[in-house]
């Protein structure tokens, strides 16, 4: 149940007839213990409009609001606010039944574009973010009850795939597994050969036609590319334990044969203007910093079509063939003008009906230590399986020092679990739409917002049962609070759908992130401050259930940023 909503309901609707028009409560969690658990903010603003005292007002939306089944006495604060605590009872029993996360939920068709890479060339750390967050934004919509549909919108298709072709070509069968072993290797030596020789340049060019034109030979060379392309990505989604597979696919080739048809729509409703031979969408909120129009080019003078065509097409099918309600893009913001531009368009030519969302999800660059794009010393991509393998090395030499006792194979998988957790955490973990500095140590911390401080948070209470030998998995018990503290942890536990659907409505999984973490410190001052195994019973029975809660919280909650926890570490 979200409890907020519940709360923004009932007072506001109290507000509402209590200022004869309509509005909103504005309750937010309280900031401070003594604010209670949630505060109404928008008593003061309501006030202001039909020029009414505001603590006046407060007081007739206490009399009107209905809300003994749940909080305590409404008490008005400073100006005009509405503190509101819960009562314990309500805690518990809400606790207790335990609905699910997509009670009351509208449901959605709801489809998430991540990851996403350019297979030409190797992933890079740009796809790291988009396939990170994305994968993320994709569970908790799913837990929600919404209806995902991943779509890995990979680009395999455009002039740069002639010369690949036509460097694979020239590459013996036998050599051909060793020399695409590093793509990005290949795609610059491909490059410069393109750049360097024109008889190599023509046969590239060729290759394109070739493989436009449905040449069988240049089709199989294509495809065996693409599939060692997509086997690098996929080793990195298993890895990230990212649940992206072959049938997520809706590549940029997919899309081929429909592009003719787009530019015919656009040109059928008036849209498209010629400009030296390039067809051209000019839309009037489009201009460049003189104030002259921006076109959107979709289609090349010699023909080809361009990334925003293969998009308006995926627009239409994303709404004609897959149903959604909204799609949600994630590549990072220097493509803003794109989807803005794009999403336009689509309007205007009625590709995506009335009501559709488009969204671009936009997020910032990681950096180095230094403040510059994250890149090898040699100024080169970093090759996301060597981040990932110095992720679980570094994690490796942690688990050691700190639980020299466990064998190899335990160290190891805690270290993976560790490793990866902690390189998906730092990014989710920020808000996306900034730059982030990419800091081994701080992400490797055991202290702060960080995976390994939640992972560990989460084995302790594991660990809490085994020293009690109860088994958690089939543990229940009523949750009575009376200390401050369990109430406070009560009350954090209960917050998980409202702000589940607050992810899921912005985008921004960081909310997830700061919500664990309060979590977990919420648990340490309980913990602090009030012993369990050693309490008498029934205060025994509903401190462990509030633990047994806590943990399973955590877990879930860490399950919906695609990271793993550890029974002990
Ligand atoms: N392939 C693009 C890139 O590497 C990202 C594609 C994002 N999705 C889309 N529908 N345009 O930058």
Redesign the pocket.
Known sequence: MNVRALLNKRIGAALSQASGADSPAAVQPASRPEFGDYQANGIMGAAKRIGMNPRELAAQVVAAATVDDLAEPLEIAGPGFLNITLQGSFIATTLAAEAPLSAGINRQTVVV??S???LAKEMHV??LR?TIIGDAMARVLEALGHTVIR?N???DWGTQFGMLLAHLHDVSDADQSNELADLEVFYRAAKGRFDSQPEFAARARAAVVGLQSGDPDAQAQWQRFIDVSLAHCEEVYQRLGVALSRTDLAP?SSYNDSLPTIVATLEQQGLIEESDGALCVFLDQFTNKQGDPLPVIVRKSDGGYL?AT??LA?ILYRTSSLNADRVL????AR?GL??RQIFAVASAAELAPEGMLLEHHPFGAMLGADGKPFQTRAGGVVRLTELLDEAETRARQLVAEKNPDLDEAEQSEIARVVGIGAVKYADLSKNRTSDYVFDWDQMLSFEGNTAPYLQYAYSRIRSLFRRGDIDADSFAAEISPTEPQEHKLGVALLRLPEVLEQVAAEGFPHYLCAYLYELATTFTQFYEACPVLSADEPVRSSRLALCNHTARTLKRGLGLLGIETVERM
Do not use: R
């Not at 893009?329 to 990072?332: G, L, M, P, S, V």
């Open positions: 574009d991540y996403s890479p350019n740009g796809h988009s779509q919108h990979v680009g940029e990334y293969t998009d995926a893009y994630y590549t990072d493509q794109h989807f």
